[in-house]
């Protein structure tokens, strides 16, 4: 399969601190990529960087072929317009995991608006598309509800339909359970397991094994602003090679 997503020697500080190391990822179409690590490794700060709201200090990141944030000419990359950055991220759904819907606007409005205003489409049929999502996670009966009516993992799941709704080419994970009370994990679990069974291409940051273990193709462990291991969930799980991998697997498990 071809390669949907192309990391290549990132690296991202803030300040004096060096957050991204020089990462290099590939992501394949239609796969799954589970991103493990302590906090402060650089794992949402690496997603970030996939859809360019952080700007790699030196690297490049390409979706679907794509170079994103930048154009190339000869050996050199010269910074895109916003404009042109912002229609690029409509191809590149972001889950949060404190969800970020608009509190003035109803479930069904916060699953319309993308579509309408990123996308032009036409009201009526992005209404139309945003029930038959709702419908799909499990919230056919809350269009009218507004956001602070609905539990965490009810306004993760709709944050999930929003994203799906601008037709992504790669939806990015980023701790989507992480806000939510224990026993709606679940359910937020159940929804992103139904999306990557539809061959959608993922990349999911999360503490959860189990659902690394479940769904993924391939499992990342990182560690101080580095890749230490990557591959199958089974290899890097059950026997990981390096011994950070190990000291961490050994505290979650």
């Known amino acids: 399969m071809n390669a949907m997503v192309e990391v290549h020697s990132v690296r991202k ?11 290099d990822l590939t992501v394949r179409a239609g796969e799954v990529t ?18 360019h709201l952080e700007k790699a200090d030196a690297g490049w990141v390409s979706v679907d072929g794509s170079l994103i944030g930048y154009r ?25 995991q404190d969800f970020r819907l608009f509190p003035h606007l109803t479930v069904l409005e916060n ?9 032009k489409r036409p009201r009526e049929a992005a209404a139309a598309r945003a029930e038959t999502l709702l419908a799909r996670v499990g919230l056919a009966d809350k269009a ?7 539990s965490g993992g009810q306004q993760q799941r709709v944050a999930i339909a929003r994203a799906l709704a601008l037709e992504p080419k790669l939806l990015l994970f980023d701790e989507p359970t992480s806000a939510l009370d224990p026993e709606l994990v679940g359910e937020v679990l159940d929804v992103i397991r139904d999306v990557a069974a539809r061959g959608t291409t993922m990349i999911v940051v999360t503490h959860e094994i189990g659902f690394a273990r479940e769904v993924a193709d391939t499992v990342v462990f990182m560690d101080d602003g580095r890749v230490v291991e990557q591959g199958r969930p089974g290899d890097v799980l059950d026997a990981p090679r390096h011994e ?9 498990l």
């Open 13 to 23: 500080s803030f300040g004096l601190l060096e957050v991204l190391k020089g990462v």
């Open 34 to 51: 589970v991103v493990l690590g302590p906090s402060g490794s650089g794992k949402s700060t690496l997603l970030r960087t996939i859809n």
């Open 72 to 96: 190339r000419s000869g050996d050199k990359l010269y910074e895109l317009p916003e404009r042109d950055v912002l229609r690029q991220r409509t191809r590149i759904g972001f889950v949060f």
């Open 111 to 119: 699953v319309v608006e993308a579509p309408v205003f990123a996308l």
């Open 144 to 150: 009218g509800a507004y956001p602070q009516q609905l």
């Open 244 to 252: 950070r991998t190990r000291a961490f697997l050994s505290k979650v």
